[in-house]
């Protein structure tokens, strides 16, 4: 499969705990998004890496979150001190760099905090 | 402010049918849009794109209409079937020169059912 991935696909955790989330792009991609999709809404921008440079951040991105791409690879979202409202599914996408094209994205990682 | 949204909730068709799916955006840079379809469970699949130059596009089975003028724009789904059941959500990206830096933005989407 050479999609993106994003790992793991659920968590479960409880609140005050801290979570990563990890997300591989199509390996040709430089661009690398992270969106939050709660239930019923279309996904909202967080933040966005043309290879290992965080260009922006949404201000849905507080200071309990942060996002690394070290290596122009692979991403990870940390979300420290849960909060309920942290509950989402939390999607990853990647696209090319060549002007406007399509994002594609991952199945995501659903959030649930007790 | 900048939005983009849907006309209709939801939607149901009967198998064979063509389906419209509209949406309405506010932002005139607009000037790259797509169209996603998401199942349960899954993320957003991408189906088809089109870009402020055009005002039509095909593919297979679908057909997206803009119209700049009323900002308005469109998915048409030929002979839909069961499979096509999912929720459909038209995106928007401003001109890459702005700070959006390619970022998407959203409409709250449509749920397509269809009817054996």
């Known amino acids: 499969d050479t999609g993106v991935s994003q790992d793991p696909r659920h968590k479960i955790t409880k609140r005050g705990q801290n979570v990563t989330f990890r997300c591989d792009p199509i390996s040709e991609h430089n661009r690398l998004y992270w969106y939050r999709q709660t239930l019923g809404q279309g996904p909202e921008f967080l933040t966005y890496f043309q290879n290992e440079a965080q260009l922006e951040k949404s201000r849905l991105l507080s200071d309990r979150f942060s996002a690394e791409r070290p290596k122009g690879s692979f991403s990870t979202l940390e979300i420290q001190r849960t909060e309920q409202g942290d509950s989402a599914m939390y999607l990853c996408a990647s696209s090319s760099g060549a002007g406007n094209q399509p994002q594609h994205f991952g199945d995501g990682t659903r959030l649930s905090i007790l | 402010g900048e939005s983009v949204g849907l006309h209709l909730p939801t939607l149901s068709v009967q198998e064979g049918d063509n389906s419209i799916i509209n949406c309405a955006y506010s932002?005139?840079?607009?000037?790259?849009f797509i169209w996603y379809k998401q199942e349960s469970g899954k993320g957003p699949q991408f189906i088809i794109d089109i870009r402020s130059n055009m005002d039509k596009r095909q593919g297979q089975r679908v057909t997206v209409l803009l119209n700049k003028t009323v900002k308005h724009l469109s998915l048409q789904i030929a002979a839909t079937q069961p499979g096509d059941s999912a929720v459909y959500f038209c995106?928007?990206?401003?001109?890459?020169?702005?700070?959006?830096?390619?970022?998407?933005?959203f409409g709250q989407g449509t749920i397509l059912t269809v009817h054996p």
């Open positions: 932002n005139s840079a607009s000037d790259y």
């Open positions: 995106a928007e990206i401003r001109y890459a020169g702005g700070t959006s830096y390619g970022k998407l933005t």
